[in-house]
């Protein structure tokens, strides 16, 4: 079992940055790939990066791409994503996700433990 906790949105001008943490309980972090999701108002949950078990390999959406940076830091069994230049349509709730597998994924039902979520809101 694994339990994740995101922090860090909040409310940000367009252009701004922000950097969303996830802290992993349980002592096998290392065995997960870890994802980033995000669902806006009246929209279907969407993929926005993922990182294998060791960050060496990480996968992002295309919409997002060059923005932002996901990372982790198995010591500390967490997982960041660095959003920067943001804009309004950025704005949603962000989850981060664990996979049981080394290797990152993009699809939604292939991860096994999701957080709670985190508000992100980008403003004109």
């Known amino acids: 079992q694994v339990q994740l906790v995101e922090s860090g949105g909040g409310l940000v001008q367009a252009g701004g940055s922000l950097r969303l943490s996830c802290a992993a309980s349980?002592?096998?972090?290392?065995?997960?790939?870890m994802g980033w999701f995000r669902q806006a108002p009246g929209k279907e949950r969407e993929f926005v990066a993922a990182v294998n078990w060791s960050g060496g390999s990480t996968f992002y959406a295309d919409s997002v791409k060059g923005r932002f940076t996901i990372s982790r830091d198995n010591a500390k069994n967490t997982v960041y994503l660095q959003m920067n230049t943001l804009k309004p349509e950025d704005t949603a709730v962000y989850y981060c996700?664990?996979?049981?597998?080394?290797?990152?994924?993009?699809?939604?039902?292939?991860?096994?433990?999701w957080g709670q979520g985190t508000q992100v809101t980008v403003s004109t």
């Open positions: 996700a664990a996979r049981y597998s080394l290797s990152a994924n993009r699809k939604i039902a292939e991860y096994d433990y």
């Open positions: 349980g002592r096998t972090f290392s065995s997960y790939a």
